[in-house]
């Protein structure tokens, strides 16, 4: 990982087109301000993770879905 | 054509039937192409089956989110419809994975990443409801898709 030091309005420039500065700092918050390409989706870290463990739990093979299939519309 | 899939065997399905997720989905970046099977072939049932037309062993179960939670909200933004080339938003189908570990009662779905498919383009994507409290496990069997 490289690691950065920034100050509060100070920026990062990643590859040519995303930028991302830091626009607050309060107590233990730090605000960061993110200019990408719309395309790229960008997410908190935690919410990523816990939607990738989601997804791997939905998979059917790992559920007993005939109780499901008696509910109709 | 022929896919394989976990739930029905081996199925015969027009090339129409194909959707493409570009990025797959988080977890599971690889998949790429998905075709979406009804749990009940008579099409009664609000549950889905989102099947990887790579890997049988790869099949998302899938909810209608609102037969269960008919004041769920999900706006389809700008970057969202260009994506997925929707220009109608009619064309959109909103889907959730549903996860159950013993119990139906105890089933959720993550309101807090929809899955939209645009039909006539056959084009997908799971989204993130970023600004919205709706969480990655809510409960399916429970009145109103309140925002925590």
């Known amino acids: ?73 | 054509m022929k896919i394989q899939t976990e739930q029905f065997g081996e199925l015969e399905l027009d090339d129409n039937r194909l959707l493409t997720f570009e990025r797959g989905i988080p977890g599971f970046e690889d998949e790429t192409t998905f075709v979406l099977l009804p749990a009940d072939p008579s099409g009664d049932s609000p549950f889905f089956f989102l099947q990887s037309t790579e890997h049988a062993a790869i099949s998302f179960f899938m909810a209608d989110p609102f037969v269960f939670l008919p004041d769920y909200e999900v706006k389809l933004d700008d970057v969202l419809t260009d994506q997925l080339k929707l220009e109608d938003p009619a064309d959109a189908i909103v889907l959730t994975t549903v996860t159950a570990n013993q119990n139906i009662h105890d089933a959720t779905a993550n309101l807090k990443a929809p899955i939209v498919i645009n039909n006539k383009q056959q084009l997908g994507k799971q989204i993130v409801l970023n600004n919205s409290n709706y969480r990655v496990k809510h409960p399916l069997f429970q009145q109103a898709a309140r925002q925590v």
């Open chain 1, 1 to 73: 990982m490289l690691v950065l030091g920034r100050k509060l309005g100070e920026s990062i420039v990643i590859d040519d087109n995303i930028e991302i500065t830091v626009t607050s700092i309060e107590g233990d918050l730090i605000k960061l301000g993110i200019s990408a390409p719309k395309e790229i989706p960008i997410h908190r870290k935690e919410i990523y993770l816990e939607i990738q463990e989601e997804n791997k739990k939905a998979v059917s093979n790992v559920i007993d879905i005939s109780d499901f299939l008696k509910i109709k519309k």
